[in-house]
């Protein structure tokens, strides 16, 4: 199994395809995030360590461990959040809810 195989058995809704199947909504944008999640891990992006900077510079480190979201992408998803919602206190503020009902509640 090749590392971008890897990388995608493990998501919830980027399986590899080449279009969004997902017409709209949530789903059609966590799969985009996921898609820019595997194209950045894969190339090492320095913007995905900038994320985990961020994410960990927010306290956020131990939030959810054990869900099999890998940190580098639940850092992709905060910053994500934090642009379009703008100002989030430390300790995530309602990220951590959004988090869990947008991204894990819909998978």
């Not at 639940?74 to 947008?102: M, Q």
């Amino acid at each position: 199994m090749s590392k971008k195989e890897t990388l995608i058995n493990g998501l919830r809704y980027y399986k590899g395809e080449s279009a969004n199947p997902f017409s709209n909504g949530d789903k059609a944008q966590f799969w985009d995030y996921e898609k820019k999640w595997v194209e950045m891990f894969l190339e090492e992006s320095e913007i995905l360590s900038s994320y985990w900077d961020e994410y960990d510079n927010y306290g956020m480190r131990d939030f959810e461990p054990n869900d099999g979201v890998p940190v580098t992408l639940k850092a992709l998803l905060f910053n994500r959040y934090c642009h379009w919602i703008g100002s989030v206190p430390f300790g995530g503020g309602d990220f951590r809810t959004w988090y869990k009902e947008k991204y894990i509640g819909q998978g």
